[in-house]
């Protein structure tokens, strides 16, 4: 089954933190890929979370033509060609997000082909999954956070996530970094008042402290009971992440934007994470986020997805043993139910898997001619 034609179209999807009842309206960019192949099927893919133009880029200009006539089945040689020819130094970035929307795509042509879903072809460990909601944006004030927090718990979401340490080392000012750890101490006090103790509670920093204010933040949350605390430190430096973690009892997970299997090897060694994240659409695709998978099982290390995009990366939790749990993200959802017409079936903070062969999505074209980035 040959490889006949790649094709990536950067898109600009509005989003309005889907049905959470707040307005704050923004765009989700998503690189969508589409390969064909010389039996007519064609297998659909994406990535996002990064500049969707330079990744479409990648995949026409430098991925798509290396792979042309290659066996659509073949992840494995796939993959391989394209590491060596858009990250053949170890570098990521761009490459890894182009890598990985391709790589969807072949496996979606695999399920199309064998006529079965994509987590029955990875394993089917299991056909229904938790699923937490993050709904915690860091442009909420203070009392619109709460209202939204206890909006989705009475959607029956038994899980939430709070963005914190927002801008943080990203931000002009490094100097307020002690104000807004104290704000997002009290932010999240208030939802665990609000919630009371039986719904979990998580933070996400997204690489953006550094240590002592990471550090100063696990010690205010401990009595708090966190559930886990998803990349806390910069750049996911696996030897303050390790220190960090000796420190305090809140599980320590990363890995959504992390494009190479080696960068997981290293805070296993190291003892930097309770949990591993390889994130479907960045992590090199499902061929890449499978070794990982491999590596988290031999060290009694769980996955679970951390960076959205549930409709792909409930196939990866639900196929394998190692997998536990799919993030709701109310933009990404809401970008995800725009572009395919369909969102994660939620009931009581459980997602069924459906028995579609691939990942049982296809495109809606209206949306795809109309939220093209051009800019
Ligand atoms: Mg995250």
């Keep these: 089954m040959k490889i006949t034609r790649i094709e990536a179209v950067p898109l600009k999807i509005p989003v309005n933190c889907g049905d959470l009842g707040v307005d704050h309206p ?21 990535t996002s979370i990064t500049q969707a133009r330079p990744v479409a880029e990648v995949v026409n200009s430098v991925l798509g033509p290396e792979i042309v006539g290659l066996n659509a089945l073949f992840h494995e040689e796939v993959w391989n060609r394209m590491y060596w020819k858009a990250t053949p130094w170890g570098q ?4 890894s997000h182009a890598i990985s929307a391709i790589d969807l795509a072949l496996w979606d042509i695999k399920g199309k ?46 899980g939430v996530k709070l963005q914190v340490g927002r801008p943080g080392l990203g931000g002009e000012n490094i100097l307020a970094l002690n104000e807004l750890i104290k704000s997002d101490i009290k932010r999240v006090r208030d939802i665990r008042n609000a919630v009371g103790p039986e719904i ?51 599980p320590i997970t990363a890995g959504q934007n992390e494009g190479l299997a080696y960068r997981f090897r290293d805070m296993l060694l190291a003892d930097a994470v309770d949990v591993i994240q390889p994130n479907a659409i960045i992590t090199g695709g499902m061929t890449q986020c499978v070794r990982i ?9 769980p996955i679970s997805n951390g960076g959205g995009a549930p409709l792909h990366n409930a196939h990866l939790q639900a196929g394998l ?3 536990t749990a799919v993030e709701y993200q109310f933009n990404t959802v809401a970008a995800g ?39």
């Design 113 to 158: 082909a064998s006529n079965q879903p994509v987590w029955q072809l990875l394993g089917g460990a299991r056909s229904s999954l938790p699923i937490y909601a993050t709904c915690g944006f860091s442009f909420l004030d203070d009392k619109e956070l709460v209202d939204v927090v206890k909006r989705v718990v009475s959607q029956g979401f038994k």
């Design 26 to 46: 923004g765009f989700n960019s998503i690189t969508h890929v589409e390969v064909e192949t010389d039996t007519g099927l064609i297998g659909y893919g994406m």
């Design 92 to 95: 990521t970035g761009y490459a």
């Design 321 to 323: 043993t190692v997998g």
């Design 293 to 301: 998978a491999g590596l988290a099982s031999a060290f009694n290390v």
């Design 200 to 250: 979990e509670i998580a933070v996400d920093a997204a690489c953006r402290l550094d240590l002592p204010s990471a550090r100063k933040l696990c010690q205010a949350l401990e009595e708090l009971d966190i559930a886990f605390f998803e990349e806390p430190i910069v750049q996911n430096d696996v030897r303050l992440m390790a220190e960090l973690r000796r420190e305090t009892t809140i």
């Design 337 to 375: 139910d725009a572009l395919y017409d369909q969102k994660p079936i939620q009931t009581n903070g459980m997602m069924e898997m459906s028995n579609e062969p691939g990942f049982g999505l296809a495109p809606n074209s209206d949306v795809l001619k109309s939220t093209i980035d051009s800019a």
